[in-house]
């Protein structure tokens, strides 16, 4: 697995914390609502790790996640120029992989773009490269 790829990454907690990497010390850190923001004013960093992707999914409306996912997909090209990589921690089980990855009961599909095109999924990590 390799968290520097284009792409989007949901990883959980656990199994992102038993990864050491030099490279990470240059990531910026930040939380999904933040990380929407940056994106709308086109400020969004390479290498970004976002925290709180299980709790917006879990505790927002449906109407929510949807204008979090046009404004991911808005994005995707901004993204693309700079070879952006999106880390999404949660701190709980990714669900029903590989048929519908999901997150407290509600498919990472609702949000993440692309999401038939998983390069690459294990027990606790997801991958979605940015085509």
Do not use: W
């Amino acid at each position: 697995m390799d968290l520097r790829k284009r792409g989007f990454h949901v990883i959980e907690g656990q199994k992102f914390g038993d990864i050491h990497d030099e490279d990470f010390t240059l990531i910026h850190k930040t939380s999904i609502i933040n990380l929407l923001r940056l994106i709308e004013t086109n400020s969004h960093q390479k290498l970004t790790i976002v925290e709180g992707l299980d709790r917006f999914l879990k505790y927002s409306t449906d109407e929510a996640i949807e204008q979090a996912r046009k404004v991911l997909n808005t994005g995707i090209t901004d993204m693309l120029a700079i070879d952006a990589s999106l880390i999404f921690v949660v701190e709980c089980d990714i669900e029903r992989i590989p048929d519908n990855p999901s997150i407290h009961d509600r498919p990472l599909a609702m949000i993440l773009p692309r999401p038939h095109d998983i390069g690459s999924m294990e027990p606790g990590y997801l991958y979605y490269p940015i085509m």
